[in-house]
Structure formats: structure tokens, C-alpha cells
């Protein structure tokens, strides 16, 4: 995933960008940026590290502006570089832009070559400079561009575009036609923000207007915002991942608080998992402790912090390669022993991708004298990888694509080992969104193989390892 900000027609753009930013720092770790519209021209700040590392220090007195967009990001298939961090900005004949790219392109190989061998060079390895590229040899005007551009495209991709042309300084904001990944957007005094989630317009007191439909395109100017819908019509794909793991708990993802629907997938396991004996529910912190809490609620077995998460050390999913995730799991979780010890656990988390880290966690339980470790997971088996934005690997390293769920509760050391039934997901994830008149249906493909589009037939992670075409995706 990555993050993505848009603020216009606010004269603290800038610093309540980096503020937006921040709220979403759990969506990207690699690198963040900047780019403020000031006057006809566009400053684009933009380095490797953190938020606070890369904006923390700067001087916003000389990126006055009232239009800015900003970006967190990991990367997908690869490309860790400073090249590909975001927003990535160009000047064209209609004048400057500036995008910011939440998605991963599953076509962008093919468009990219088609624009090589037609002339034009690239930077960086990420879909999002293909998507600069169309844009720079569509006709008409910039709004005309953008459309004609992502008609292209397939895939997943909510975007935010800063825009300076004929002396007017405007926003616009796009999500793709299956509507794979959040993008809302909010009142802010006079102006507009939009973001990946709802907790960066809680962070900066704008006040939430609605998400963007799938296949909506927004101009946003002076304060007033126009709609409209250049792409044909496709199935309602949000992504699932979003609930179960990557949202923050605070945001409304899709129609439902990702809280609550956490905790609905607890309950839901809890009902499958009936009669376990234990004596302690014990989340995996953070994503796996409102689905704990739910799955006590409903099953009476006291919820108890049996692992302390060193909150200075980042998601060890994130992580950009596999020996430092590993080290991560040690210093980011320590065990209680007074919970733990001659204790019966239900291990509570929201994912299993390789296997690996899981493995170190109940190896930490052990050294603890746990009992017995019963391991709920509150999603389904992930057996397909995803070409839409999850930095899921390729099939042959999906512990559930290759082994059977005896075998991996071997491979764990655990007693027991039970997903979340994909009906159930679900179920759970709708009843948060009850509000909602009309919830979207979830693109399930890391769990099912249903992918709702033509999928790349260059195996995912082995794209971008060695030679171009490399694409990183604009989650990268």
C-alpha cells in the first residue's frame, strides 16, 4: 500500500500535508514527499525514510502554497529507490503536475514498452511514471488528459493530481473503475483534502464529505468540486486486505470502520472455533488485538496482552526483504511470562503470508512454557498472490498455496490452526458497514484466485529483480 494526500485552497497546504502524512505513515515506510503548487511553478521535496525524517526538518516557510500532495510508500515488486518516490512531478506544454499514486498497474510492462520503443525515457521503475507519460501525450486539456490517460490503464489506482495550467491552480483526484483502494475526501475551511483514509482528514479537522465512487474522477478549484465518470463500468473489487490488516483501526474503510469489522471477524471466529478449550485469548499486536478482543467477547476466554510490541520498530510485513522482517519479529515483540506460562493460548492474528514470522512468534510463546498454542487467524488462507498493491509474494513462497493446514500447523509448533472461512470474512465486514445503503463487493483474489482483472504473466516478485522493464507499482 502507500498513503496519499491532497490538500487545495488552504493557505497552510504544505504543513497540514505533512501532518495528513504522518496519520498514514502505517501505509508506507520506504520514503515520503512533498510537492506545493507555488505560483507557476511546483517544489517537490522528496527523500527515502520516514515522514518525520524526510518533512520534520524542513522549513515550510519556503514551501508556501495553498495546493500540495504527498505520498508515503513501500514498495511492490521492487525499485526501493529514491527515483521512484513520490509525488513524482513533470512540465509539459499545458504547464506542471504533480501525482501522488495509491495502486499497482497490471498492464504497466506493456505500456511502458509501447512508450519506449515510441521515444520516451524513463527515470525510475514505478507504473506511476507510465501514467505521467500517457498524460504528457494525451490531448486536450489536463482533466482531458488524466481521463484519456487511465482508460489505458488496468489495475488498481486512486490518485491525486496537483495541477498549475493557464494561470489556475486546481486538484484532481481519481480512483480506478473497480475501486481497489480507499480515497475520500473532506471539507477543509474554504478548500478540499483528500486521502487514502479518513484518519489523515480526522488529523487535520477536515470534516469528511463521502469516499469516491469506483470510476469517479474529481476537479477540485476555488472550493467547488465537479464530478465525473470517464471510465466504462466495471465490478465492485475493494480490497479486503484493507480490513483485515492494512487500514488504520480509526479510519472508515469502504463504509465501515475498520475497528469494527475487526472485531466482527473475532466474533465470527470464535463462533467457528466453538469449544476450544484455553485460558487466554493473546493477540498479536497491533493488527491482531480488536479481532482478539471480539473473539473473547464471544467466547467468555479472558483477553489477555500476552506480547508487547516495541512501538519504534515498523510492521515487520513492510519490511523490504525477508532477513529484516525476521529480525524485526525479535525486536518488535517481547512476551509476558506471568500471562503466558502453563497457560492454554488462543493466538490471535490477522495473517499468515510465508509462514516464517508466525513460526518466531510461537517460538517466543514456547520459550514462555506455553501449554498449548491454538492459532485463529482472522481471514482465509492466502494462496494467490496480489497484482493490485499487497506486497504478497509470489505463489511458490505462500506457505497455504503449498502446504496443507496440518502441515503448517506443524511447521508453527501449534496445537491447532484455524482461518477465518472466506463467507464469514465476509459476513463480518458487512455487518461493519451496515450503515452503508449498499456495501461494495471485495475483491478477495489472495484468498480465492478470483482476480477481477487479466492478471501479468511475468511471475510477481521476480518482476523488477534483476533488469528492466521494472515496475514497482505506484504503491512503490
Same mark, same amino acid.
Given at each position: 500500500?502507500?498513503g496519499i494526500?491532497?490538500?487545495?485552497?488552504?493557505?497552510?497546504a504544505a504543513r497540514?500535508?505533512h501532518?495528513?502524512?504522518?496519520?498514514q505513515?502505517?501505509r508506507g515506510?520506504?520514503?515520503?514527499g512533498?510537492a506545493?503548487?507555488?505560483?507557476?511553478?511546483?517544489?517537490?521535496?522528496?527523500?527515502?525514510?520516514?515522514?518525520?525524517?524526510?518533512?520534520?526538518?524542513l522549513?515550510?516557510?519556503?514551501?508556501k502554497?495553498?495546493?500540495?500532495?504527498?505520498?508515503?510508500?513501500y514498495s511492490?515488486?521492487?525499485?526501493?529507490?529514491?527515483e521512484?518516490?513520490?509525488p513524482?512531478s513533470m512540465q509539459?506544454?499545458?504547464?506542471?503536475?504533480a501525482v501522488a499514486?495509491?495502486g499497482?498497474?497490471?498492464?504497466?510492462?506493456?505500456?511502458?514498452?509501447?512508450?519506449?520503443?515510441?521515444?520516451?525515457?524513463?527515470?525510475?521503475t514505478?507504473?506511476?511514471?507510465?501514467?505521467?507519460?500517457l498524460v504528457?501525450?494525451?490531448?486536450?486539456?489536463?482533466e482531458?488528459a488524466?481521463?484519456?490517460?487511465?482508460?489505458?490503464?488496468?489495475?488498481?489506482?486512486?490518485?491525486?493530481f496537483?495541477?498549475?495550467?493557464?494561470?489556475?491552480?486546481r486538484m484532481?483526484?481519481?480512483?480506478?473503475?473497480?475501486?481497489?483502494r480507499p480515497?475520500v475526501?473532506?471539507?477543509?475551511?474554504?478548500g478540499?483534502?483528500?486521502?487514502?483514509?479518513t484518519?489523515?482528514?480526522?488529523?487535520?479537522?477536515?470534516r469528511?464529505?463521502?469516499?469516491l465512487?469506483?470510476?469517479?474522477?474529481?476537479?477540485?478549484e476555488?472550493?467547488r468540486?465537479?464530478? $465525473?465518470?470517464? /471510465?466504462? +463500468?466495471?465490478?465492485? @473489487? =475493494?480490497?479486503?486486505?484493507?480490513q483485515?490488516?492494512? !487500514?488504520?483501526?480509526? $479510519?472508515v474503510v /469502504?463504509? +465501515?470502520?475498520?475497528? @469494527? =469489522?475487526?472485531?466482527e471477524?473475532?466474533?465470527?471466529? !470464535?463462533q467457528?472455533?466453538?469449544?476450544?478449550?484455553?485460558?487466554?485469548?493473546?493477540?498479536?499486536?497491533?493488527s491482531?488485538?480488536?479481532?482478539?478482543?471480539?473473539?473473547?467477547a464471544?467466547?467468555?476466554?479472558?483477553?489477555?496482552?500476552?506480547l508487547i510490541?516495541n512501538?519504534?520498530?515498523?510492521?515487520t510485513?513492510?519490511q523490504p526483504?525477508?532477513?529484516?522482517?525476521e529480525?524485526?519479529?525479535?525486536?518488535?515483540?517481547?512476551?509476558?511470562?506471568e500471562?503466558?506460562e502453563?497457560?492454554r493460548?488462543?493466538?490471535v492474528?490477522d495473517s499468515?503470508?510465508?509462514?516464517?514470522?508466525?513460526?518466531?512468534?510461537?517460538r517466543l510463546?514456547?520459550?514462555?512454557?506455553?501449554?498449548?498454542v491454538?492459532?485463529?487467524?482472522?481471514?482465509?488462507?492466502?494462496i494467490?498472490p496480489?497484482y493490485?498493491?499487497?506486497?504478497?509474494p509470489?505463489?511458490?513462497?505462500?506457505?497455504?498455496?503449498?502446504?496443507?493446514n496440518a502441515?503448517?500447523?506443524?511447521?508453527?509448533?501449534?496445537?491447532?490452526?484455524t482461518y477465518?472461512?472466506q463467507?464469514?470474512?465476509?459476513?463480518?465486514?458487512?455487518?461493519a458497514?451496515?450503515?452503508?445503503?449498499?456495501p461494495?463487493?471485495?475483491c478477495?483474489?489472495?484468498?480465492?484466485r478470483?482476480?477481477?482483472?487479466d492478471?501479468?504473466?511475468?511471475p510477481l516478485?521476480?518482476?523488477?529483480?534483476?533488469?528492466?522493464?521494472v515496475?514497482?507499482?505506484?504503491?512503490?
Amino acid at each position: 500500500m502507500c498513503g496519499i494526500v491532497g490538500i487545495t485552497d488552504h493557505r497552510e497546504a504544505a504543513r497540514l500535508t505533512h501532518l495528513a502524512l504522518f496519520s498514514q505513515q502505517h501505509r508506507g515506510q520506504e520514503s515520503a514527499g512533498i510537492a506545493v503548487a507555488q505560483g507557476a511553478v511546483l517544489r517537490v521535496h522528496r527523500a527515502m525514510g520516514l515522514v518525520q525524517d524526510v518533512l520534520g526538518g524542513l522549513d515550510f516557510t519556503a514551501f508556501k502554497g495553498k495546493a500540495a500532495v504527498g505520498h508515503v510508500r513501500y514498495s511492490t515488486a521492487g525499485g526501493s529507490l529514491l527515483e521512484n518516490a513520490q509525488p513524482l512531478s513533470m512540465q509539459g506544454v499545458r504547464g506542471a503536475v504533480a501525482v501522488a499514486h495509491n495502486g499497482n498497474l497490471v498492464n504497466a510492462v506493456e505500456l511502458r514498452q509501447a512508450l519506449e520503443r515510441d521515444g520516451a525515457i524513463f527515470q525510475g521503475t514505478t507504473d506511476t511514471e507510465v501514467i505521467l507519460h500517457l498524460v504528457a501525450r494525451a490531448p486536450g486539456t489536463y482533466e482531458e488528459a488524466v481521463a484519456t490517460a487511465l482508460q489505458q490503464c488496468r489495475g488498481s489506482f486512486s490518485l491525486v493530481f496537483l495541477v498549475i495550467s493557464e494561470g489556475r491552480t486546481r486538484m484532481i483526484a481519481v480512483r480506478d473503475p473497480w475501486g481497489f483502494r480507499p480515497l475520500v475526501v473532506g471539507k477543509l475551511g474554504r478548500g478540499m483534502a483528500f486521502a487514502s483514509e479518513t484518519c489523515a482528514l480526522d488529523m487535520i479537522g477536515a470534516r469528511f464529505i463521502r469516499e469516491l465512487e469506483p470510476g469517479e474522477m474529481v476537479v477540485a478549484e476555488s472550493g467547488r468540486m465537479s464530478s $465525473s465518470r470517464p /471510465f466504462r +463500468a466495471e465490478r465492485s @473489487a =475493494a480490497c479486503v486486505f484493507e480490513q483485515v490488516y492494512f !487500514a488504520r483501526p480509526d $479510519s472508515v474503510v /469502504f463504509g +465501515a470502520t475498520v475497528q @469494527a =469489522a475487526r472485531t466482527e471477524m473475532g466474533r465470527q471466529l !470464535a463462533q467457528q472455533m466453538a469449544g476450544v478449550k484455553a485460558d487466554a485469548v493473546v493477540p498479536v499486536p497491533d493488527s491482531g488485538v480488536h479481532a482478539a478482543l471480539g473473539f473473547a467477547a464471544a467466547s467468555g476466554i479472558p483477553f489477555q496482552m500476552g506480547l508487547i510490541r516495541n512501538h519504534y520498530v515498523g510492521r515487520t510485513f513492510i519490511q523490504p526483504s525477508q532477513v529484516m522482517r525476521e529480525l524485526s519479529v525479535r525486536m518488535k515483540l517481547h512476551p509476558v511470562r506471568e500471562v503466558l506460562e502453563n497457560r492454554r493460548v488462543v493466538l490471535v492474528d490477522d495473517s499468515i503470508v510465508r509462514g516464517t514470522t508466525s513460526r518466531k512468534i510461537v517460538r517466543l510463546l514456547r520459550r514462555c512454557r506455553v501449554k498449548e498454542v491454538h492459532l485463529a487467524i482472522s481471514s482465509p488462507p492466502i494462496i494467490g498472490p496480489c497484482y493490485y498493491g499487497i506486497d504478497t509474494p509470489a505463489e511458490d513462497q505462500l506457505i497455504a498455496a503449498n502446504k496443507t493446514n496440518a502441515e503448517i500447523a506443524k511447521f508453527l509448533g501449534v496445537e491447532s490452526l484455524t482461518y477465518l472461512e472466506q463467507d464469514r470474512l465476509l459476513g463480518a465486514v458487512r455487518t461493519a458497514a451496515r450503515r452503508r445503503p449498499a456495501p461494495p463487493d471485495y475483491c478477495t483474489a489472495c484468498f480465492s484466485r478470483d482476480y477481477p482483472t487479466d492478471v501479468p504473466t511475468v511471475p510477481l516478485g521476480r518482476v523488477g529483480r534483476t533488469s528492466l522493464p521494472v515496475l514497482a507499482g505506484g504503491t512503490a
